[in-house]
């Protein structure tokens, strides 16, 4: 079982930056993936990024990169996503979730977080 919490989301202008994090609960986690997602209001939950914990491999869905980096801190068990030059497209509720099967790097994801919000205001 792993335990995710979000935070770091809060209200931004455009072109402005932000850095979410994602505090995982169990010391474990080197062995998992975790990726971060999003959904839009009235939109379906997209994927942003994922990064494998244990070997530090990240992939990025093709429309977010440049602008999103996603990295880890071991000693923290902590994911974050830097966010930078945000639009007001970017504005949606960030998801972290961890996952133990799969392929990397379509993973599936069982363990999700309650997620944090994202507004960017033009």
């Known amino acids: 079982q792993v335990h995710l919490v979000e935070s770091g989301g809060g209200v931004v202008q455009a072109g402005g930056s932000l850095r979410l994090a994602c505090a995982a609960s169990?010391?474990?986690?080197?062995?998992?993936?975790v990726g971060w997602f999003r959904q839009a209001p009235g939109k379906e939950r997209e994927f942003v990024t994922a990064?494998?914990?244990?070997?530090?491999?990240?992939y990025y869905a093709d429309s977010m990169k440049g602008r999103f980096t996603i990295s880890r801190d071991n000693a923290k068990n902590t994911v974050y996503l830097q966010i930078n030059s945000l639009k007001p497209e970017d504005t949606a509720v960030y998801y972290c979730?961890?996952?133990?099967?799969?392929?990397?790097?379509?993973?599936?994801?069982?363990?999700w977080g309650q997620g944090t919000q994202v507004t960017v205001s033009s």
């Open positions: 990064i494998n914990w244990g070997v530090g491999s990240t």
């Open positions: 169990r010391r474990a986690i080197t062995s998992f993936a």
């Open positions: 979730a961890a996952s133990d099967r799969g392929d990397w790097p379509t993973r599936e994801y069982d363990y």
